[in-house]
């Protein structure tokens, strides 16, 4: 008589929240800080030989970018809830083989937690894509900051730390938090992300949309800004330190640097007050000719040390403004209907400034000291606030909305009520 009803909790999924995304990821930084200053040194003392290190890094990079760019074709095979749960696992399975294999089973390691990043990366991007508005995208990008913050700051010099107690203790911990990422995103219930429409033909394969993309400046130039901005991040992480042993001021410079520097993603929202005030152009502009200034300057003053790593860090801090903004042109010019395959192509950033930044190092110190690829950064973060000119000065602010009460023509007073509701409802916003 009586008919047992499903809870709407169960039967529908409750809208994930731009808070939820950034504890997705704050987690997902926990599975990377605590492993990202032990990965180099465990590769070189299983090693022990730079070069080959270097050439290891560079061959990942280029996997890892190919990785990136056939995801969303894989993803029409496997639903993009399962894609994600790949990606974690193969974290765990990274940090399993440095706990439990030979010391050259770090390579893997390497190898499984780059793909793991790539595969989570162009999964998160898509998920933000579909459940955030465009006019809340500038405070999703900042409480993912915010809430990662912690994660940035603390993780690279505690990863060290333990790694000279007990070298398994902090991949054990990067599990832990693999883990957790994965149980906090199937409780968010995210699925397969939102469907906009019934799909009318196969998706397209990455070439296919490669081509879309290079056809779209906006999407580029968003992408060669990501691309640089991350440049400067490997230049600033891995050449600051040497620098510092080269010039005696010892090895711990570069970590107290890099943990400062993280620190100041804690000043996000001040810096998101400010976008808002001003325009996503502004900040685009001002952070990459201020980080410009300071890495080019730093190769100038390479003859004070102590003045130059003071330039670096200085820098260091627009290059947090960047992380905050820049890659907004980017996700506001994004079609709807492209959302999986360009969050893919977005991703690839990281992949390719791992691929550019040693290939540029490497050539310029062939001929000059190491300062000059400071020089060379400086000039690549300038070169995008030439770019960062052309973009639209009301790029990411809110639109003015419509009037609610529009009258219909008089035409359509003698149609239908519904009829004249679904006009209304396809009004331009």
């Not at 997705?24 to 930084?29: G, R």
């Not at 595969?119 to 955030?132: P, Q």
């Not at 419509?402 to 035409?411: M, Q, S």
Request: aromatic residues 12%; positive net charge.
């Amino acid at each position: 008589m009586f008919q047992r009803r499903m809870p709407d909790w169960l039967r529908h999924a409750p809208h994930p929240s731009v808070r939820g995304f950034a504890v997705l990821a704050a987690l997902e930084a926990a599975v990377r800080g605590i492993l990202i200053s032990v990965l180099p040194v465990a590769m070189y003392k299983a090693y022990a030989d730079a070069q080959f290190v270097s050439e290891l890094y560079l061959a990942i990079g280029v996997l890892s970018l190919f990785t990136g760019l056939m995801v969303p074709w894989l993803t029409r095979y496997v639903p993009r809830r399962y894609m994600f749960t790949v990606g974690c696992i193969l974290a765990l399975t990274g940090s399993a083989c440095a706990i439990f294999g030979p010391p050259e089973f770090i390579l893997y390691t390497v190898l499984l937690n780059s793909l793991a990043t790539v595969i989570i990366t162009v999964c998160f991007n898509a998920y933000v894509l579909d459940y955030v508005a465009k006019v809340e995208l500038g405070k999703a990008e900042t409480l993912r900051l915010f809430y990662s913050a912690l994660a940035w700051t603390v993780g690279p010099l505690a990863g060290v730390w333990f790694y000279g107690i007990w070298k398994p203790l902090p991949f054990l911990i990067s599990s832990i938090a693999a883990v957790a990422l994965l149980a906090v995103f199937w409780y968010l219930r995210l699925g397969d992300g939102k469907l906009i429409t019934k799909a009318r033909a196969p998706a397209p394969n990455p070439i296919a949309y490669l081509g879309r993309f290079f056809r779209q400046p906006r999407l580029v130039a968003g992408w060669v800004f990501a691309v640089i901005r991350s440049c400067g991040w490997w230049a600033y992480v891995v050449y600051l330190p040497i620098f510092a042993l080269e010039n005696g001021l010892g090895d711990k410079v570069g970590g107290m640097a890099l943990s400062f520097s993280n620190g100041l993603l804690f000043g996000v929202p001040l810096a998101l007050a400010w976008l808002q005030k001003t325009s996503v152009k502004t900040g685009v502009r001002v952070g990459f000719l201020l980080s410009g200034i300071g890495f080019a300057a730093s190769a100038f003053t390479a003859a004070s040390p102590v003045v130059s790593v003071l330039l670096l860090v200085a820098g260091s801090g627009f290059l947090i403004l960047l992380d905050v903004c820049g890659g907004l042109p980017f996700l506001l010019a994004v079609k709807p209907s492209e959302r999986t395959e360009m969050s893919a192509v977005y991703s690839s950033y990281r992949d390719a400034s791992n691929i550019l930044s040693p290939g540029v190092a490497w050539l310029m110190l062939l001929i000059f000291p190491l300062p000059s690829v400071f020089a060379a950064i400086g000039a690549g973060l300038l070169g995008c606030y030439v770019i960062a000119g052309r973009l639209h000065p009301r790029l990411g602010r809110q639109r003015l909305k419509p009037v609610a009460t529009v009258l219909p023509p008089l035409a359509d007073m003698a149609q239908p009520a519904q009829q004249v509701q679904q006009r209304a409802s396809v009004l331009p916003r």
